[in-house]
Each structure stands twice: as C-alpha cells, then as structure tokens.
C-alpha cells in the first residue's frame, strides 16, 4: 500500500450509487486529532461527495489503550495541545472530572448504532464525539449512550439490545481486522481506493491541509472535477445540527471573525444558539 505519512450527501443531492472512489476513514471516538479532521472531512464531502464513498472504521488510538488515572494528566494535555493547535475546541479537564474508563464501550455502542444503518451510525459517532469534546460526557455510562441514541433517534430497544449482543461487538472487531490488513497504525488515516482492484490503496495519516485531499482525489481520478457548490449556510447548519466555528470557517473559507460576525446574525433572528468551547465556539441550530 502506498503511503503518504503526516452517507448520502444530502447537503448536494447526490446519491451514494456507482461512484469511482471510495474512502476508508479510520477514527477513534476518544481521539483529538480525529475530532480536528471533522471540518476537512466536511467540506470534502461538500464539494467532492458525488465521487467517494465513505466508510468510517473504527481504531484504536495508542493513548487511549490505558485510561488509568495515571495517564489521565497526559491524555488530558495532549486534547488540550491538539486543540489549541487545530482550532477544534475540546476541554482536558474531563479527565480528572469525569474520567473515562473504558475506551471500548463507546466503539461498541457506535457498531450497535450502525446495525441500525450507515448513516445511523455516522450521526451517532458524531454525537458521541460532541459528548466527549463539547460535554465531557463519560461515554462508558449506559445512560449517557442511551441518551445519545436517542438524540439521533435511533430505536432504543435495538440499540440496547444490539449494545449487549455478539454482533456489535463481532463488528468492532472486523473493523480491527480491517486496520491491520490495511496496516494502519496511527489514527486519523485515510485510505484512498479507485476502480481498478489491482491499483494500491493510498494511505494518508495525520493531519492535513484540505487542499491535499484534494489532490489525492485528482490523482486517483485522473480528472480536476469542479466541486459542487456550497449550500446556504442556514441549509448546512440545520443538516448538521451543532458544529464549530472551526467547521464553518474551514468549509466556507473565512476567518473565525468572519463566522462570528455572521453567526450574531443568527443569533439574533433566534436560529441559533452559541455553545461556548473551551478554544472556540459551536453552534446549534434553532429552528
């Protein structure tokens, strides 16, 4: 595999049919830096959804394999240090207020979650990670993920089963399968595949300017498509429901000045309410 270290898109109306690429995105729940990719994976989805197909697997991030109270200090400055560095906010103290003790369950609940549907199960990765960011949410409590369930309005009593069957947790561990086929080893990591099932994959791990994604989705096609056009702000806002100054300045590019300004717009015709983050803001819509 070549290596380069470091749902239907409702937004455009395109659908998830025939497409001449296909992405697998390997994501930790507990992971910062998977967090932080959330605003490049949005506008790529965006302006380039119409050609990939996207397949998040779940991983295991190294620094959350042992979530003892002595690693607690260090898995706290590194969320603290990812943030401050990506501009996607999440609070470190969750780890000496309301630790999590176990990085599996959520992972778990996130399989059980996708047995429901696909993009059942992306909503629900994407709320676990506002929990734990945005909230400080222990996600290891059954009532929290049950919450959480229902916030994206899955069917309870199959999630619940679901939680405590074999097939959720026979799913997590294809997904592992999957990764060490791929011989992914850190997280975030993308692996960029084309048409032809002889071609490599293109492995691309960490952290990366959206313009590099860009690329490797014009090499692989052979092709400099024009992305689709932006929806309207409010359009995107009610699709996603809470996102971050970070997510709008990344997708729309402006200046986190600029996504203030306009979002006070927001706030005072009531469409949105501001949920202040520890490194910047989010924003959840009202209407």
């Given at each position: 595999?070549?290596?380069?270290?470091?749902?239907?898109?409702?937004?455009?109306?395109?659908?998830?049919?025939?497409?001449?690429?296909?992405?697998?995105?390997?994501?930790?729940?507990?992971?910062?830096?998977?967090?932080?990719?959330?605003?490049v994976?949005?506008?790529?989805?965006?302006?380039?959804?119409?050609?990939?197909?996207?397949?998040?697997?779940?991983?295991?991030?190294?620094?959350?394999?042992?979530?003892?109270?002595?690693?607690h200090?260090?898995i706290a400055?590194?969320?603290?240090?990812?943030?401050?560095?990506?501009?996607m906010?999440?609070?470190?103290?969750?780890?000496?207020?309301?630790?999590?003790?176990?990085?599996?369950?959520?992972?778990?609940?996130?399989?059980?979650?996708?047995?429901?549907?696909?993009?059942?199960?992306n909503?629900?990765?994407?709320?676990?990670?506002?929990?734990?960011?945005?909230?400080?949410?222990?996600?290891?409590?059954?009532?929290?993920?049950?919450?959480?369930?229902k916030?994206?309005?899955?069917?309870?009593?199959?999630?619940?089963?679901?939680?405590?069957?074999?097939?959720?947790?026979?799913?997590?561990?294809?997904?592992?399968?999957?990764?060490?086929?791929?011989?992914?080893?850190?997280i975030?990591?993308?692996?960029?595949?084309?048409?032809?099932?002889?071609?490599?994959g293109?492995?691309?791990?960490?952290l990366?300017?959206?313009?590099?994604?860009?690329?490797?989705?014009?090499?692989?096609?052979?092709?400099?498509?024009?992305?689709?056009?932006?929806?309207?702000?409010?359009?995107?806002?009610?699709?996603?429901?809470?996102?971050a100054?970070?997510?709008?300045?990344?997708?729309?590019n402006?200046?986190?000045?600029?996504?203030?300004?306009?979002?006070?717009?927001?706030?005072?015709?009531?469409?949105?309410?501001?949920?202040?983050?520890?490194y910047?803001?989010?924003w959840?819509?009202n209407?």
């Open positions: 595999m070549k290596e380069l270290n470091a749902d239907t898109n409702i937004l455009n109306g395109c659908n998830q049919d025939k497409k001449p690429l296909e992405i697998y995105t390997f994501v930790d729940p507990l992971c910062p830096e998977c967090w932080a990719l959330e605003p994976m949005k506008k790529l989805f965006i302006e380039y959804g119409s050609y990939f197909r996207l397949k998040y697997v779940l991983s295991c991030n190294l620094s959350t394999l042992n979530l003892s109270a002595k690693n200090e260090s400055q590194l969320w603290e240090k990812t943030a401050s560095r990506t501009g906010s999440c609070d470190g103290s969750l780890w000496f207020e309301n630790p999590i003790s176990s990085p599996y369950i959520a992972s778990i609940a996130i399989k059980a979650a996708e047995l429901q549907g696909r993009r059942a199960g909503r629900f990765l994407r709320k676990i990670q506002e929990l734990i960011f945005l909230k400080k949410q222990n996600v290891s409590n059954m009532d929290v993920l049950v919450e959480c369930a916030s994206v309005n899955l069917d309870i009593e199959e999630f619940i089963n679901d939680i405590h069957s074999s097939s959720a947790a026979k799913a997590f561990q294809c997904d592992l399968k999957i990764a060490s086929e791929m011989e992914v080893t850190e975030p990591s993308l692996v960029f595949f084309n048409e032809n099932i002889e071609d490599e293109l492995k691309i791990t960490g990366y300017p959206y313009e590099v994604y860009v690329q490797i989705i014009y090499e692989l096609l052979g092709d400099k498509p024009e992305p689709a056009p932006l929806p309207p702000l409010e359009r995107f806002l009610k699709h996603y429901g809470v996102v100054s970070k997510e709008i300045a990344v997708v729309y402006m200046s986190i000045a600029e996504v203030e300004k306009e979002l006070k717009k927001y706030i005072l015709q009531q469409k949105v309410l501001k949920i202040p983050g520890k910047g803001a989010f959840k819509y209407m």
